[in-house]
């Protein structure tokens, strides 16, 4: 399952106390209008119930798989996410599959944590010009099992038989980015590497055929990547505006 943004967390939890207040507001007015004292206690922190498969998934990666588990992270009843180094990324796929019957292969992508010096966010109709563009060096801020580069590979395999997915992530080298293939193991990779050499540049040894899938065969740059101009951002508003919907009992 992939990571819910920031800004989503953000905007539900906002919502979700609004609520709260509100029913407690609403309680408190009932009670005084039925001369009624029953007390309203609302939990702010609720406990989460322990996730038993994802902790035995885990426990039994963790074993197969040792020290090459850089970092873990359990989501309740969402998922497993565990991170690995880029050279132990084809072992740790094969190891997933034969030893948890992770038979199905979901996606694959790559992540540029990297925040993007143009300024681009949900709400902006176009990119700041360059000249106004801030060069301070700004920190990065990686999800869930944390992260040393800025770019990492991610993908999500599942398992029927168990019933659980778990999302791999590898980090990068900067300079030079790329992986083993995982195409001896899962053949429907080919497509998502292809398609991740393309956007972000990510190179996959062993592949047999990294051509580019949407662009001309001879495009320079790669579009994913957080510092690729997008020339008409800067020239014109950008139509397609993401129009994000107000989350419940929020105000427009």
Known sequence: MAEIPEHLLKRAAAAREKAQANQASNSSSSEETTGQTTAVVADENPIEEPDEKAENTLETIQSGLAEKIISSHIAPNR????????????????????????????????????????????????????????????????GYTGGQTRFQLICRVYSISLGIGIMVKADLDDQSPRALSLIPIYPGANWHEREAREMFGVTFDEHPDLRNIYLPGDFEGHPLRKDYPLLSRRMKPWPGIVDVELMPGEEK
């Open 79 to 142: 998922g497993l996410w565990i991170r690995v180094a880029s050279k132990d990324w084809r072992e740790t796929a094969q190891f997933l599959k034969d030893q948890l019957d992770c038979q199905f292969f979901d996606w694959l992508s790559v992540i540029d944590w990297m925040p993007s010096p143009y300024g681009r966010e949900l709400d902006t109709e176009q990119d700041i010009e360059p000249e106004t563009i801030n060069l301070e060096e700004q920190p990065i801020e990686w």
